[in-house]
Nanobody
């Protein structure tokens, strides 16, 4: 079972870029699909990106498609979220998740990191 720790959050200006990392411990990291979720104050947690076990399939909602890119390096036990063209509405706590993907949909498990704050200023 993986344990997940996010890093890379911070304050950026609108239009800027940021790369988040999620480092996993444990020996089963590469057995999971991985995902990123975000939650802004007063809002529901939102799925923002997912990637399959081997990295061959990725998943994005329309809100981030074309701006965010998820990738993984199983040799480093790390998943990344590259965020470009950031908007103030992207401001949230971003958390990584170990999950599964079936039939073109990402499904989270109850394995979460503690989250990293991303703030985008206008």
């Amino acid at each position: 079972q993986a344990q997940l720790v996010e890093s890379g959050g911070g304050l950026v200006q609108a239009g800027g870029s940021l790369r988040l990392s999620c480092a996993a411990s444990g020996r089963t990291f590469s057995s999971y699909a991985m995902g990123w979720f975000r939650q802004a104050p007063g809002q529901e947690r939102e799925f923002v990106a997912g990637i399959s076990w081997r990295g061959g399939r990725t998943y994005y909602p329309d809100s981030v498609k074309g701006r965010f890119s998820i990738s993984r390096d199983n040799a480093k036990n790390t998943v990344y979220l590259q965020m470009n063209s950031l908007k103030p509405e992207d401001t949230a706590v971003y958390s990584c998740n170990a999950g599964r993907d079936y039939s073109g949909t990402y499904y989270p498990t109850n394995i979460w990191g503690q989250g990293t704050q991303v703030t985008v200023s206008s």
